[in-house]
């Protein structure tokens, strides 16, 4: 199998955690580049590993769920190793709770294998998050993003290789602890945090990880000589990416096919399957520009059709319709070989389906995603209408099933991007596709 990428291609929430589970089934290995707490991707399976005799299979048995924040969606699977790269900021308590989850709900340890140069991200980030006002100015999702990636631009972040060694690990929490004190020597809940307790209380939270602290850069190439099968999850969407989203409403890492080399350590050239994951609509959390926002009852209702409530924080997202200039941005940056499209019985029950194929800004017409917020923000999207279906989607298992409409929503959605779209999904469960 071709070592695979899953990409966000819009803003996040496009049902990567699904596409990734179902693709990794039979990988070696499934491996996060990037971000941290802040991604939530949700899986529905039916398939869980269970004990039967002496051998764990999937079995099929009733639907369980699983939300995913750190770890790969693949590490669900039996045989998968899930890989914690060094691109990501890994927060340890979050860790620690994600792995006791992903414990019971397979009855047993998930295989995980996390880089020593990956960042930490600590309690006083979130609290440095809100103080700043990064968090309500941009609507963040408030884990501590943001300042956890900036400790590590800034060259005085912790890695996980330091909690291999206690002392210095200690002295390097207590520098940065002073230096956070000083710059708000007023905030009580930063005051609190103290080096020793801090120190002791993750080393002893780290018991539990230590021993998967590897160097997964060589791990990676390793297996990638020898034909393994790696699955490489994307987190947030190419919109959020720090560079080639929409700056300065993004998030701070590399959301884009470029992060597997920075984040990863594998050169992009050994990826040949680049999969966008695109919904049929679209979607925001948070603030900044989106042209194709439904501000109206049409957004209400695919909200309420689409369970449009953020995995990680529970916030409403913002709904709109497709918008084919932002694809073609994110499909020309990512060099999509193939499309993934979700979500599509979300769509059922409107008479016609906007599509935006070019906006309009300042009476010229725009083909270019503009990437400068103040264009962005000030862009109108053209739209072609195309019929809507009545029909619930969710029971369709194969193409032909589909309404003709509903053929036709996907048929242009691949003419006018020139790229094939191989899967489309029609409900949450990892049962629900479509097959092209
Ligand atoms: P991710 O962050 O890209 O992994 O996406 P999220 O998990 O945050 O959000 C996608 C949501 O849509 C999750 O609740 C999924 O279970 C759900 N989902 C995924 N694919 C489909 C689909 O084809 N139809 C419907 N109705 N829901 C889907
Ligand atoms: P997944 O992986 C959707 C958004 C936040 C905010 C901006 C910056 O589930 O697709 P941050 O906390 O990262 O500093 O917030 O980015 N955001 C996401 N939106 N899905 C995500 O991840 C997101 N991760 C961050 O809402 O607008
Ligand atoms: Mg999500």
């Known amino acids: 199998m071709p070592a695979t990428a899953v990409l966000g291609a819009q803003w996040g929430d496009e049902g990567k955690g699904k596409i990734v589970h179902l693709l990794s089934r039979d990988a070696d290995y499934c491996v996060r580049f990037n971000g941290g707490t802040n991604a939530g991707h949700r899986v529905v399976t039916s398939r869980v590993p269970v004990l039967v005799g002496a051998d764990r299979n999937e079995i099929p048995g009733k639907p369980q769920e699983f939300k995913f924040h750190l770890i790969p969606a693949g590490a669900l699977h039996e045989n998968c190793t899930g890989v914690l790269a060094h691109g990501m900021v890994i927060d340890p308590y979050a860790l620690v709770q994600e792995l006791n989850a992903l414990r019971e709900l397979r009855g047993s340890d998930p295989q995980i294998s996390i880089s020593a140069n990956a960042h930490m991200l600590l309690p006083y980030h979130p609290i440095i998050e809100r103080l700043e006002g990064s968090q309500s100015a941009l609507d963040t999702t408030a884990k501590g993003i943001g300042p956890a990636y900036r400790d590590k631009a800034a060259r005085i972040g912790l890695r996980m290789s330091d909690l291999l060694f206690p002392q210095r690990f200690f002295e390097k929490l207590s520098a940065i602890l002073e230096r956070y004190h000083k710059i708000w020597p007023d905030h009580p809940e930063l005051q609190r945090l103290q080096a020793s307790e801090l120190a002791q209380e993750v080393l002893r939270l780290s018991e539990s990880f230590r021993d998967r602290i590897v160097d997964t850069v060589r791990l990676l190439n390793d ?208 049962e629900q596709n479509l097959w092209r």
């Not at 680049?274 to 194709?292: D, E, L, N, S």
């Not at 094939?420 to 409900?427: A, E, K, L, Q, T």
């Open 223 to 430: 297996a990638l000589d020898q034909d393994k099968y790696v699955v490489f999850e994307g987190a947030q969407g190419a919109l959020l990416d720090l560079d080639l989203g929409t700056y300065p409403y993004v998030t701070s890492s590399t959301a884009t096919i470029g992060g597997i080399g920075s984040g990863a350590g594998v050169p992009p050239q050994r990826i040949s399957r680049v999969i966008g994951v695109a919904k049929a609509y679209t979607t925001r959390v948070g603030h900044g520009p989106f042209p194709t926002e439904a501000i109206d009852s049409n957004g209400e209702r695919l909200r309420a059709q689409g369970q449009e409530f953020g995995t990680t924080t529970g916030r409403p997202r913002r709904c709109g319709w497709l918008d084919l200039v932002a694809l073609r941005y994110t499909a020309m940056i990512n060099g999509f070989t193939e499309l993934m499209l979700t979500k599509l019985d979300v769509l059922t029950g409107f008479k016609e389906i906007p599509i935006a194929t070019s906006y309009r800004y300042h009476g010229r017409v725009l083909y270019d995603f503009p990437t400068v917020c103040e264009i962005l923000q000030e862009c109108e999207p053209v739209y072609e209408r195309l019929p809507g279906w009545q029909e619930p989607l969710s029971d369709c298992r194969d193409f032909s099933e589909l309404p003709k409409a509903a053929q036709q929503y996907v048929r242009v959605i691949e003419d006018e991007l020139g790229i094939p779209i191989s899967m489309v999904s029609v409900g949450p469960s990892d």
